[in-house]
């Protein structure tokens, strides 16, 4: 059983414990004596099962269980063993006393114990939606506060209940002062939980590695890490300029859409270069009143090239234009989006393709190369609509056989896709830009594309058609033909029952160009939803260690370390891991290693219960985002900075960086 369906089956148990607790508390009250005992007794089992759940749910990591071990299943053992000794005989002689003793009213202890351990089941329930990862101390005060307050409130309806209108006894006297006792107590942990909530973070963390030292590196702005203006020996200068505009944009299929834009066209104007050559793109925002930049995805740009709002610039505003100058050393397929408000910027239009290739004529398809066939895709959806580069529906395209066939997919949505080639054999030659080592040939399997990843698959052509599907729908896609007349059949295959590639052991293993067991620094980001303060106001957040957005502290390095990251997803959504300036190389994914080519990915998924382990060296200075790619995760807060010790930003504050 994958982590993510026992953390569900986990979540589940838990759920019919409340249910178990609670329903004992009920019978109790209103005295059905042996209802009561049997749902205490399915309580008792369900809380052992639950134990079972948590047990093997450790196996899978500590993160996975750390407020049930140390708070919740506690907090439900004492609460659910006080309730079986107090309550249990009493609902127990329901099955030996005959005519009416079994109607007898229960003791108010009884039935406040029933319900005090349901608060305490519901209490560990909640804490795991709602506080997360990692247990703090003011999590644990106000649980505790808050399961106390709802005995005593419990204690005080029940006894009103029991003793009616009657004159207050010494006995009841007593009791109250118990209530007064236990309410303070309540009101004082609370109280002390809530101030610890609001305690403020550290403003970085540094993974195990030296802390910054005092006055002993020359600062150095992000202002200053720009890119080089000359090109390579033989290259030239690229310039495009683009605008930044509101559009009507118009489908193939005819349909129009409202959109921002690049240069009034979705997706933006394509920029393409030579290895080497110097690109230099002049951005100017017509009239996107929430500001526009451009970000390089997984291109590794000087910082000062990265297009961060509030970190590595200021947003182009309506009237404004910012210059991009950079040389193009690094081949493969990219792509290019804004970074100010890219939740609404980029789902809307605001993005195109980046490819450059090499040039030193080394390949990069296959076939015999009397003719080459090289297509960038970007995958995007647009209200509903998917759209496979400018056409949505089924784009035809003609392909002689032989030819060397290229396929650049590229996700821009916030959403992974399901990719299936049917009619030939294929390779997957790149993923993210980078070339696989010796990748082979496969057929009849599908790959899954994160968002803002990007794969290229080559492939000769055949004498009969080849479809590339999405999603399994066989009306999206792009269909090449031999001729203009070949048989369409590929377009019938079911491709709903292909395995899933597994990009880990694909590929033949190389030597990596660093030891990542000898890590300088290493990092654990735990992915979960908690309630937590977002650009300062409290939400239901997408949190990194508990905390989200911008009070996540920075994760430093210095320049030369190799860095590890533990990224380990503890909710039920698939956030898809992207930093900035740097690729990562996967080390493995829920233990175990990578087997096959070195995989180096600037955007990896982790699903819902996943823990990956993946490494870098640090060099290519700045301040970095961290972050969600899929954007709306990253706008409730799921993003926080990589930075270099001695660099610093005159944009703003350095927790900035507007996704």
Same mark, same amino acid.
């Given at each position: 059983?994958?982590?993510?369906?026992?953390?569900?089956?986990?979540?589940?148990?838990?759920?019919?414990?409340?249910?178990?607790?609670?329903?004992?508390?009920?019978?109790?009250?209103?005295?059905?004596?042996?209802?009561?005992?049997?749902?205490? *007794?399915?309580?008792?089992?369900?809380?052992?099962?639950?134990?079972?759940?948590? $047990?093997?749910?450790?196996?899978?990591?500590?993160?996975?269980?750390?407020?049930?071990?140390?708070?919740?299943?506690?907090?439900?053992?004492?609460?659910?063993?006080?309730?079986?000794?107090?309550?249990?005989?009493?609902?127990?002689?329901?099955?030996?006393?005959?005519?009416?003793?079994?109607?007898?009213?229960?003791?108010?202890? $009884?039935?406040?114990? =029933?319900?005090?351990?349901?608060?305490?089941?519901?209490?560990?329930?909640?804490?795991?939606?709602?506080?997360?990862?990692?247990?703090?101390?003011?999590? !644990?005060?106000?649980?505790?506060?808050?399961? $106390? *307050?709802?005995?005593?409130?419990?204690?005080?309806?029940?006894?009103?209940?029991?003793?009616?209108?009657?004159?207050?006894?010494?006995?009841?006297?007593? %009791?109250?002062?118990?209530?007064?006792?236990?309410?303070?107590?309540?009101?004082?942990?609370?109280?002390?939980?809530?101030?610890?909530?609001?305690?403020?973070?550290?403003?970085?963390?540094?993974?195990?590695?030296?802390?910054?030292?005092?006055?002993?590196?020359?600062? +150095?702005?992000?202002?200053?890490?720009?890119?080089?203006?000359?090109?390579?020996?033989?290259?030239?200068?690229?310039?495009?300029?683009?605008?930044?505009?509101?559009?009507?944009?118009?489908?193939?299929?005819?349909?129009?859409?409202?959109?921002?834009?690049?240069?009034?066209?979705?997706?933006?104007?394509?920029?393409?270069?030579?290895?080497?050559?110097?690109?230099?793109?002049?951005?100017?925002?017509?009239?996107?009143?929430?500001?526009?930049?451009?970000?390089?995805?997984?291109?590794?740009?000087?910082?000062?090239?990265?297009?961060?709002?509030?970190?590595?610039?200021?947003?182009?505003?309506?009237?404004?234009? %910012?210059?991009?100058? %950079?040389?193009?050393?690094?081949?493969?397929?990219?792509?290019?989006?804004?970074?100010?408000?890219?939740?609404?910027?980029?789902?809307?239009?605001?993005?195109?393709?980046?490819?450059?290739?090499?040039?030193?004529?080394?390949?990069?398809?296959?076939?015999?190369?009397?003719?080459?066939?090289?297509?960038?895709?970007?995958?995007?959806?647009?209200?509903?609509?998917?759209?496979?580069?400018?056409?949505?529906?089924?784009?035809?395209?003609? !392909?002689?056989?032989?030819?060397?066939?290229? =396929?650049? =997919?590229?996700?821009?949505?916030?959403?992974?896709?399901?990719?299936?080639?049917?009619?030939?054999?294929?390779?997957?030659?790149?993923?993210?830009?980078? @070339?696989?080592?010796?990748?082979?040939?496969?057929?009849?399997?599908?790959?899954?594309?994160?968002?803002?990843?990007?794969?290229?698959?080559?492939?000769?052509?055949? @004498?009969?058609?080849? *479809?590339?599907?999405?999603?399994?729908?066989?009306?999206?896609?792009?269909?090449?033909?031999?001729?203009?007349?070949?048989?369409?059949?590929?377009?019938?295959?079911?491709? $709903?029952?292909?395995?899933?590639?597994?990009?880990?052991?694909?590929?033949?293993? !190389? +030597?990596?160009?660093?030891?990542?067991?000898?890590?300088?620094?290493?990092?654990?980001?735990?992915?979960?939803?908690?309630?937590?303060?977002?650009?300062?106001?409290?939400?239901?957040?997408?949190?990194?260690?508990?905390?989200?957005?911008?009070?996540?502290?920075?994760?430093?390095?210095?320049?030369?370390?190799?860095?590890?990251?533990?990224?380990?997803?503890?909710?039920?959504?698939?956030?898809?891991?992207?930093?900035?300036?740097?690729?990562?190389?996967? =080390?493995?994914?829920?233990?175990?290693?990578?087997?096959?080519?070195?995989?180096?990915?600037?955007?990896?998924?982790?699903?819902?219960?996943?823990?990956?382990?993946?490494?870098?060296?640090?060099?290519?200075?700045?301040?970095?985002?961290?972050?969600?790619?899929?954007?709306?995760?990253?706008?409730?807060?799921?993003?926080?900075?990589?930075?270099?010790?001695?660099?610093?930003?005159?944009?703003?504050?350095?927790?900035?960086?507007?996704?």
């Amino acid at each position: 059983m994958t982590t993510g369906r026992l953390i569900v089956l986990d979540h589940a148990v838990a759920l019919l414990g409340v249910v178990s607790w609670f329903g004992a508390g009920v019978a109790a009250a209103v005295r059905r004596r042996r209802l009561g005992f049997g749902l205490l *007794a399915a309580a008792v089992l369900v809380t052992l099962a639950r134990a079972a759940t948590v $047990s093997v749910l450790a196996g899978r990591g500590w993160w996975f269980v750390e407020e049930k071990v140390l708070l919740g299943l506690p907090l439900l053992g004492v609460a659910g063993t006080t309730a079986v000794f107090v309550a249990g005989p009493r609902l127990r002689t329901a099955g030996r006393v005959a005519g009416t003793a079994a109607d007898e009213r229960l003791p108010v202890s $009884s039935v406040v114990s =029933l319900f005090t351990a349901g608060y305490a089941a519901l209490a560990g329930l909640v804490v795991t939606f709602v506080a997360g990862y990692p247990l703090t101390w003011s999590t !644990a005060l106000i649980t505790i506060a808050l399961v $106390s *307050a709802g005995a005593v409130l419990t204690a005080r309806v029940v006894a009103r209940e029991a003793e009616g209108p009657r004159v207050k006894t010494d006995r009841q006297s007593a %009791f109250s002062r118990r209530r007064f006792v236990g309410t303070a107590v309540g009101v004082g942990a609370a109280g002390t939980g809530v101030g610890l909530l609001f305690r403020p973070a550290g403003s970085m963390t540094t993974g195990g590695g030296p802390a910054p030292s005092a006055g002993s590196a020359t600062a +150095r702005s992000v202002a200053d890490l720009r890119g080089l203006g000359t090109p390579s020996p033989g290259g030239t200068t690229r310039r495009h300029v683009l605008t930044a505009q509101k559009a009507t944009a118009r489908l193939a299929s005819g349909r129009e859409v409202d959109a921002w834009t690049y240069d009034g066209q979705v997706p933006g104007p394509a920029i393409t270069a030579t290895e080497g050559d110097v690109i230099e793109v002049t951005l100017r925002n017509g009239d996107i009143e929430d500001g526009v930049t451009l970000h390089w995805h997984g291109y590794d740009v000087p910082c000062g090239e990265d297009g961060v709002p509030g970190l590595t610039q200021h947003p182009v505003a309506p009237g404004g234009e %910012f210059v991009h100058r %950079f040389r193009a050393d690094q081949v493969g397929t990219y792509w290019y989006h804004t970074h100010e408000a890219s939740d609404p910027g980029v789902h809307k239009g605001l993005y195109g393709t980046l490819v450059v290739t090499p040039r030193d004529g080394r390949p990069s398809d296959e076939g015999s190369g009397r003719q080459s066939v090289d297509l960038t895709l970007p995958v995007h959806t647009f209200a509903g609509t998917l759209v496979v580069g400018d056409q949505d529906g089924r784009t035809v395209r003609t !392909a002689a056989p032989g030819a060397a066939v290229r =396929l650049r =997919l590229i996700n821009t949505d916030s959403d992974a896709h399901r990719l299936a080639l049917a009619g030939t054999p294929f390779r997957v030659a790149a993923v993210d830009g980078r @070339d696989l080592h010796q990748p082979e040939q496969v057929r009849d399997v599908s790959l899954r594309l994160p968002a803002g990843g990007r794969h290229d698959l080559v492939f000769v052509m055949p @004498d009969r058609p080849v *479809a590339l599907m999405l999603d399994d729908d066989r009306d999206t896609g792009v269909s090449l033909h031999p001729d203009e007349n070949a048989d369409r059949e590929p377009w019938t295959a079911d491709t $709903s029952d292909w395995p899933e590639l597994d990009l880990l052991r694909y590929g033949t293993p !190389a +030597r990596a160009p660093f030891d990542p067991d000898a890590a300088d620094r290493h990092f654990t980001l735990v992915l979960d939803r908690a309630v937590a303060l977002v650009e300062g106001r409290p939400a239901y957040a997408q949190t990194v260690n508990g905390r989200g957005h911008p009070s996540i502290p920075d994760l430093l390095v210095t320049e030369g370390d190799v860095v590890r990251f533990t990224v380990v997803n503890r909710s039920l959504e698939t956030h898809p891991w992207h930093l900035h300036g740097h690729p990562v190389l996967i =080390l493995s994914r829920d233990g175990t290693p990578s087997s096959g080519s070195p995989l180096w990915r600037d955007t990896f998924e982790v699903r819902a219960g996943e823990v990956w382990d993946v490494a870098f060296r640090a060099a290519n200075p700045g301040i970095w985002m961290n972050h969600c790619h899929n954007l709306p995760h990253a706008e409730q807060g799921m993003m926080l900075r990589l930075s270099y010790e001695g660099v610093t930003t005159p944009f703003g504050d350095a927790h900035a960086g507007h996704d």
